[in-house]
């Protein structure tokens, strides 16, 4: 009796498949600032690992604010998507978003100078990672359309923005 059973390999596909069709039904801005984060997070922690003195320390701290970064460029996705429904509101919306993530982030600073468990400094490094990743945003692009085997639309004037053709 031969029963068909699917292999390894068929099993592990299905999951790839299943897990690149999960990346590209999400925002596609904030899966690319994820990814630059996470890239910029390794090239620190591989910086710090002859740099640093307390390696765990420096590992932890970092990572803390890289988790910090993801948490807060989600929000920050969130804030924007729920401001663009707002109208009027979505000034007051922004402005209470960004003042929640920056006292989020100094409650955490603060927490961690009066416990002196972490270097502040380094978990600092470690949130600002968002504002590089949003630097190397378009490397992320291209690798994004690279994994996804997608390229970008080519731009067309629209109709009222194209040049009217000579009269004779």
Request: glycine share 8%; net charge neutral.
């Amino acid at each position: 009796m031969g029963l068909i059973t699917k292999g390894p390999d068929a099993a592990g596909r299905a999951d790839r498949s299943r897990m690149i069709n999960r990346l590209r039904e999400m925002n596609r801005a904030l899966l690319e600032l994820n990814l630059g984060i996470l890239a910029c997070g390794m090239v620190c922690q591989f910086a710090g690992m002859w740099l640093a003195r307390q390696k765990g320390s420096y590992a932890v701290a970092l990572w803390l604010g890289i988790a910090l970064a993801l948490l807060g460029s989600w929000h920050m996705y969130r804030t924007i998507d729920r401001a663009l429904d707002l109208g009027d509101g979505a000034a007051k919306a922004m402005i209470a978003g960004s003042m929640l993530r920056y006292g989020v982030l100094l409650i955490v600073l603060g927490i961690i100078m009066v416990t002196d468990l972490l270097n502040p400094l380094v978990v600092y490094l470690g949130y600002m990672m968002m504002k590089v990743a949003a630097y190397i945003q378009p490397f992320t692009h291209k690798l994004c359309n690279m994994v996804f085997h997608e390229t970008d639309p080519v731009p067309e004037a629209l109709p009222e923005e194209a040049e009217p053709e000579p009269q004779q």
